[in-house]
């Protein structure tokens, strides 16, 4: 048995190997880092609260939904990144002289979720499609998404990343009208990698 003066143990005061309940051998403090490591594979039962720090998965390792089975091939989150990065942006048809972009990203496994902003500011001939880079190389299923050009008359677009590709070409719907000077586009597309 465990006694304590206080309610709450630091890990620095934990020298040598406490007991877990339900399996496992034990917890270990690393020398000098304060880092707790679960020796074995301890079951814990209850909650796991952290008052501070951070849940830190080893790479390749993820959460394993496995508990509840399904007929999916995985159940295994391995991954999350947010992050922004600066699309690049080519016409496929007509010129672009000058243009700014931004972007964003989240990923959740496979997912990837992608906000854009590109202001043509020299569209120079009309351009009927903008290719537009992407943070992730677009997995075996193409991507969609949709957006608007902002300029005088709020026309949607359509955006397609192609599947083994990282660029997205962005239209408007049937490719009626082009992209023009001082236009705003504002895009948001879903594909996995």
């Known amino acids: 048995m465990l006694k304590t003066v206080r309610s709450t143990v630091n890990v620095d005061q934990i020298t ?3 007991p877990v309940v339900n399996g496992g051998t034990g ?5 000098g880092t304060g880092n707790t490591v679960l020796s074995a594979a301890p079951t814990l039962s209850g909650n796991v609260t952290l008052s501070t720090g951070n849940l830190i998965v080893a790479n390749g390792q993820g959460i394993d939904f496995s508990a509840t089975p399904n007929t999916g091939t995985s159940e295994l ?3 999350y990144e947010e992050g922004t990065y600066t699309p690049t942006a ?3 048809t007509g010129s672009i002289t000058s243009f700014t972009s931004s972007g964003s990203y989240i990923l959740i496994g496979r997912q990837v979720t992608v906000s854009i902003t590109v202001t043509i500011t020299n569209a120079g001939t009309g351009i009927g499609a903008l290719q ?7 997995g075996s299923i ?7 050009e902002d300029a005088n008359t709020g026309i949607m677009l359509q955006i397609q990343a192609a599947a ?3 660029t997205g070409f962005a239209k408007t719907y049937l490719g009626a009208t ?14 996995f990698v």
Request: hydrophobic content about 40%; glycine content about 12%.
């Open 164 to 166: 083994g590709t990282s």
């Open 142 to 148: 193409a991507g969609m998404g949709a957006g608007t």
């Open 27 to 31: 917890v270990t403090t690393s020398t």
């Open 90 to 92: 080519t016409a496929s």
């Open 132 to 138: 537009i880079s992407l943070p992730f190389t677009v």
């Open 77 to 79: 989150l391995a991954d």
């Open 16 to 18: 040598g190997v406490l």
């Open 178 to 191: 082009p992209i023009a000077t001082n236009n705003l586009l504002r895009l948001t597309v879903t594909y």
